[in-house]
C-alpha cells in the first residue's frame, strides 16, 4: 500500500514517535541541463580508465524534515551520469576500482575524479492553503587526467553547481510527493556539475592536443 500521510499530519507521527523513511529515487539519465552546460559534444578516439573516489561513489544525504527522514543515493546518480557523459567524449572507458590501471587492453589516459564539497538542505513550509518544498543542493568536484605513457598530469580541472528548487501542492502533500520534488532539484545540480566538468574539458588547449596526440597513436 502506498504511503499517504500528509505533511498536516506530521504532529500527530512527532508526538507518538513514529518516523517516515522516505528514499526518492534520482535520476541516472542525463538530462538537458547536463547537455545545455556542456555546449558541444566530440567524440575522441581515445581508451580512458575511470577512477571515482569512493566518496563520490558511496555519497548518501540523509536529511530529518519534521517527521520524515529522507535519503538520497547521490553517489550512484552523479557516479552513472559522469560516466555516461565522458562517453561522449571517450570512445572507451575503462571504471577501475584504484587510481591505476593493470589490464591487457591499450589505455591512453587516467582520469582521477574526486568529491570536494557537498552541501544539501531541503525544508518544507506550510501554509494557510498550500505545502511547498524548497531545496538548494550544491555540488563540487575535482578531475584530474593523465597521460598513462609519461605519468604526466595534462588536465586538471574542479567545478562546482548549485540550484535551487521549489515544489508546492494545494491543501496537502505527500511525503513521497515532498521527496520527489526535493530529487528534481538534486538530479538538476548534478546535471550542472557533470556538464561544467565536460565544457571545461572541451576548452582545454592543453587537454586537445594530447587528445590529438593519442588519437594519432591508435
Not at 506530521?10 to 545545455?36: D, N, R
Not at 513550509?125 to 609519461?150: H, L, N, P
Not at 528548487?165 to 528534481?184: D, L, N, P, S
Request: with cysteine; hydrophobic share 40%.
Amino acid at each position: 500500500m502506498i504511503l499517504k500521510t500528509t505533511l498536516f499530519t506530521v504532529l500527530f507521527f512527532i508526538l507518538s514517535g513514529c518516523q517516515i523513511k522516505i528514499e526518492p529515487v534520482l535520476s541516472s539519465s542525463l538530462g538537458i541541463t547536463a547537455f545545455q552546460n556542456m555546449e558541444k559534444i566530440q567524440l575522441h578516439d581515445v581508451s580512458l580508465a575511470l577512477y571515482l573516489d569512493d566518496k563520490i561513489r558511496n555519497l548518501i544525504v540523509e536529511k530529518e524534515i519534521r517527521a520524515g527522514k529522507y535519503k538520497f543515493e547521490v553517489g550512484n546518480a552523479l557516479s552513472v551520469k559522469l560516466i555516461k557523459a565522458l562517453t561522449y567524449t571517450f570512445r572507451t572507458v575503462h571504471l577501475v576500482k584504484k587510481p591505476s590501471y593493470v589490464g591487457p587492453e591499450k589505455i591512453d589516459a587516467m582520469m582521477l575524479v574526486t568529491l570536494q564539497d557537498v552541501d544539501v538542505n531541503l525544508d518544507v513550509k506550510i501554509g494557510f492553503a498550500s505545502v511547498e518544498t524548497e531545496s538548494y543542493s550544491r555540488f563540487a568536484i575535482r578531475a584530474e587526467i593523465k597521460d598513462m605513457e609519461s605519468k604526466d598530469t595534462v588536465w586538471v580541472g574542479t567545478t562546482q553547481a548549485q540550484t535551487t528548487g521549489k515544489h508546492e501542492e494545494m491543501a496537502r502533500m505527500t511525503y513521497q510527493e515532498a521527496g520527489r520534488g526535493f530529487a528534481v532539484g538534486i538530479d538538476m545540480a548534478i546535471d550542472k556539475v557533470v556538464g561544467n566538468l565536460v565544457r571545461q574539458m572541451e576548452k582545454s588547449q592543453s587537454l586537445s592536443s594530447h587528445l590529438k596526440i593519442w588519437e594519432q597513436k591508435t
